[in-house]
């Protein structure tokens, strides 16, 4: 390719940086980095998820899963799905640049706030005087059928055109929550998603699939070929977490040197001890199943579901539940099906708003530092009002200080979205040009990196999300 | 999405494609060095050719026909709206396969490309210039990389005008299908209208060779394909507008294999190969042309 192709690139991200206000970090993972940053013109807050183009695999490219995500978001177009609004190419480092809808919250940290009492705002009524108060233990049943209906209503749309999404949670189901959008679900991470019309190739080929506590029994058991309801176990499990504010199949992850997918015995012994072992009558093709033989000798359990859950063994919750977390995928329930269930047409009737009679207001995202060592030299700023959602992060009040000296304090003296002034940006693409590209340092790697870490990435929680969890306990 | 046509990404770039390709080359031309212009003949005759390169590659690697049209259409939708100076042809038709074959969800390994990529390749090029010419080809595609092809209609077409056993006429119009991907029909029409345009094309040219005795034969079966073509809500002058473009194509292949018209343009680029115009790690124009002045990139 010729310099003409990169100016392009070069004239594209102009674009990206005059149209967007960078406001701060919010997230960092083994795909990239996350900030939040605001449209200049509409004043639309949006989310930047900039990819690390680093090489998983000699001679792979662009990784699978950013191919996948970047392909099916593209296409999609739901209420409860992420929205891609833009991409962008960064033309110096090459990595690529995904302008997604703002969320303030995910489900799994709803739960942690939940879960440890937070205090937050809270307003009793409209114009009322705003008090801190504790996050109750667990959330209300209207804002959990509210958030199910939502998933299933995503999780329909997209098994209707043919979608396994593969790696359902709560760290990639988002919530909005604005002052107009009060608590709509967006379903996020297409990184393991995968059309299943026409496959080439058979979708059990694609390694080890869902983070380890929503795996369904048919994939623990080495199904080689699977179904959206998959996606519905999954469901299930974040259900039942909505209720308790725990997991519910939290099993411990068999992690071999040699093998990427090992049989995960102790998952399924969990499943197991909760749901009972399944019997024949109840899942007829269960014996057919490649680890099938290694469970026969296992110790046989009695189900007793309603120990692991706070619903009422006779509502319509629970038989929900219990058809989210049916064993045999054929008869499970699919998420058309859920979506007509009795749960849902009782009082309360769900909502594509479910914090709309909420008076606590969840606290926004912490932006992080970009620069750890800088950290503590920041200097302390008046306190902000309550009421100011849009606090100005730290870093943005300390900018002054930097431009004298340009790049101060970024580690490899290339310019980050994020940090540095529009002015120094168009420096420093000016100075790009006038040099050679190849005097730029390599952004890719050269030391062969470990196997597969891409998919690992997305399928074992491997952005920490996951793991800081199972410390705490 | 795999299911609406009419609401991909795929719908709008059709909408979209008109008259995109003239307004861009008029812009720039004063910046290029004459050796590095083509004109539209020149243009498309080379891109046949390297389209022919691109399908004896998949073919080679044992790709899927679906894997090897969607490459195209990337390859076809990266000319449409880019120059031969942007990027080497030769360069993109690897990348295109490695792109499709990851879309396609039978990803295979840019190792296994380049063992079956000549010399011609090999000597200017590395795997680190497909995987850098990988993520512009993205960029150029817009991000919209999920391609629908005419397959899955042509198959309905034919059992709804119960023309399963004629194999001759079914074989007739799968030819036309593929053909069809080396003309602009992939970017200009549905996949829906080019299924029907190849059934109606194998139908009409089915008869020429017949004398008169096997076309009243043929001719129960040809009045009810006409009928049936009368009972769609279609336009028959798309189809025909497919039709011509496919004979078009036909043209250009006969004229590029008969005469030496394809000498000049391919000495063209293999001078600009030599001259290492499209090297990556090389500043390709002279310094001054890179650093456009701000207002003037504005402009552009």
């Known amino acids: ?473 | 999405m795999a299911t609406n046509f009419w609401r991909s990404s795929h719908s709008k770039t059709i909408s979209s494609n008109t008259n995109t390709n003239n307004a861009i080359i008029e812009q720039d031309l004063s910046q290029i060095p004459p050796g590095h212009i083509f004109t539209d003949k020149e243009k498309e005759l080379l891109l046949l050719h390297h389209m022919d390169e691109l399908r004896n590659y998949g073919t080679k690697l044992q790709m899927h026909q679906r894997v090897i049209a969607t490459a195209m259409v990337y390859f076809k939708r990266f000319f449409a709206n880019n120059q031969i100076r942007d990027c080497d042809p030769l360069l993109l038709v690897p990348t295109v396969l490695l792109m499709a074959s990851k879309i396609e969800e039978c990803p295979i390994n840019c190792k296994s490309i380049l063992k079956i990529l000549p010399s011609e390749f090999t000597n200017l090029y590395s795997m680190q210039n497909i995987i850098d010419c990988e993520i512009h080809l993205m960029e150029q595609l817009d991000f919209n990389l999920t391609i629908y092809h005419p397959y899955k209609q042509l198959e309905l077409y034919i059992e709804s005008l119960h023309l399963e056993n004629d194999v001759a006429l079914v074989q007739s119009a799968w030819n036309f299908m593929n053909d069809s991907y080396y003309s602009d029909a992939c970017l200009q029409f549905s996949p829906h209208l080019i299924a029907l345009a190849s059934v109606y094309m194998a139908h009409l040219f089915g008869r020429v060779d017949l004398d008169e005795a096997q076309q009243k034969q043929f001719k129960e079966r040809d009045d009810r394909i006409k009928k049936w073509f009368d009972t769609l809500n279609v336009h028959m002058r798309q189809i025909g507008a497919i039709t011509n473009q496919i004979l078009d194509l036909y043209k250009t292949l006969q004229e590029s294999r008969t005469g030496d018209v394809l000498a000049t343009p391919l000495l063209k680029i293999t001078k600009m190969r030599m001259a290492n115009v499209w090297r990556t790690n090389q500043p390709s124009y002279p310094p001054q042309q890179q650093a456009i002045p701000p207002q003037q990139q504005m402009r552009n």
């Open chain 1, 1 to 473: 390719m010729t310099q003409t192709l990169r100016d392009k690139s070069s004239q594209r991200y102009d674009v990206f940086l005059k149209k967007y206000d960078i406001v701060g970090k919010i997230g960092e993972g083994a795909y990239g980095i996350v900030r939040r940053a605001s449209e200049r013109t509409t004043k639309t807050d949006v989310a930047i998820k900039t990819f690390k183009l680093k090489i998983t695999r000699e001679g792979e490219g662009i990784p699978v899963t950013v191919c996948r995500e970047i392909n099916l978001l593209r296409e999609l177009d739901h209420e409860n799905i992420m929205k891609v609004r833009d991409i962008y190419l960064q033309p110096i480092e090459k990595s690529l640049i995904m302008v997604c809808n703002y969320c303030k919250l995910d489900l799994e940290k709803l739960l942690k706030y939940h879960r440890s009492e937070k205090k937050v705002i809270y307003i009793e009524k409209p114009g009322a005087q705003q008090v801190l108060k504790k996050l109750p233990k667990s959330l209300d049943r209207a804002v959990i059928k509210s958030v199910l209906w939502q998933i299933l209503r995503g999780l329909e749309y997209l098994h209707a055109n043919w979608i396994i999404h593969r790696d359902l949670k709560p760290a990639n189901i988002l919530v909005n929550d604005t002052d107009t959008e009060r608590g709509t679900i967006k379903i996020a991470d297409f990184g393991l998603a995968r059309v299943f019309k026409d496959p080439l190739r058979r979708l059990g080929d694609d390694g080890a699939v869902v983070t380890i506590w929503y795996r369904p029994p048919e994939i623990l058991l080495g199904s080689k070929h699977y179904t959206p309801a998959i996606d519905v176990w999954a469901v299930g499990c974040i259900f039942n977490e909505l209720i308790t504010a725990k997991p519910l199949f939290e099993g411990k992850e068999v992690k071999m040197d040699h093998n990427q997918n090992p049989f995960q015995n102790h998952q399924l012994e969990t499943i197991y001890k909760i749901l009972g072992t399944p019997s024949h009558d109840a899942w007829p093709t269960l014996k057919h199943l490649p680890e099938y033989k290694q469970t026969e000798n296992w110790e046989r359990f009695a189900p007793q579901l309603e120990r692991h859950t706070r619903l009422d063994p006779t509502s319509p919750d629970f038989d929900l539940l219990k058809r989210l977390l049916e064993y045999d995928p054929m008869k499970r329930i699919t998420a058309k099906q859920a979506l007509s269930h009795p749960f849902f047409s009782q009082d309360p009737l769900p909502t594509t708003q479910c914090f709309l009679n909420h008076k606590f207001k969840y606290p926004d995202h912490q932006f992080q530092s970009e620069q750890p060592q800088q950290h503590s030299q920041l200097p302390s700023y008046p306190a902000q009002q309550a009421s100011n959602m849009r606090q100005p992060h730290p870093q943005m009040m300390q900018q002054p200080q930097m431009q004298p000296n340009g790049y101060a304090g970024q580690p490899n003296g290339r310019p980050q979205i994020g940090q540095v002034p529009l002015q120094q940006q168009a420096m420093a693409q000016q100075q790009l040009q006038q040099q050679p590209i190849m005097q730029q340092p390599i952004v890719v790697p050269s030391a062969p990196a470990k196997k597969s870490s891409g998919k690992k990435r997305s399928s074992t929680a491997g952005d920490g999300s996951g793991t800081s969890r199972k410390k705490k306990k």
